[in-house]
């Protein structure tokens, strides 16, 4: 399927490929992008198992990426695509980061950061939920489904 270029769908579709690559390797098909100027500088999905890293989470590696992309610690530029709700501990990084935008597909009911900790984004960073949920929701759903 296509997208209008730039828009948040397009840009969740780039996450989307990044879950897929989670997928592959037996991770939990979560993927991000990070956007400046209309264009990703980052990419990453999850490899908690790969790294034996509980913190290898598709937002942290993306926001580590995006920041030696544009050589700063502050994010407020850039935006977030990622495939699930980010947990708390993500929210977390993309409050310290100063991220400009957040935008979700599928929302995360045990561990999403609205149903936790309401006020844990920075002040000035702006959320969209909901984008391909359908897609991003399916994704999680089959991967839970086979491990079963």
């Known amino acids: 399927m296509s997208y209008k270029i730039y828009s948040d769908e397009y840009f969740m579709n780039e996450a989307l490929k990044e879950a897929y690559k989670a997928r592959e390797k037996k991770e939990i098909p979560v993927g991000a992008v990070i956007v400046a100027d209309k264009r990703i500088i980052a990419r990453a999905y999850n490899q908690v198992e790969t790294l034996r890293d509980a913190t290898a989470h598709a937002e942290?590696?993306?926001?580590t990426a995006a920041a030696d992309s544009i050589g700063a610690k502050y994010l407020n530029m850039c935006t977030l695509y990622v495939?699930?709700?980010?947990?708390?501990?993500?929210?977390?990084?993309?409050?310290?980061s100063q991220l400009g935008k957040i935008v979700y597909g599928a929302k995360d009911p045990k561990a999403g950061f609205g149903r936790i900790i309401q006020g844990i984004l920075h002040p000035k960073t702006k959320t969209r939920s909901g984008v391909l949920e359908e897609e991003c929701a399916a994704m999680l759903t089959e991967f839970f489904s086979n491990k079963r």
């Open 60 to 63: 942290m590696l993306a926001i």
């Open 83 to 96: 495939t699930l709700e980010p947990c708390t501990m993500c929210a977390s990084a993309t409050s310290w």
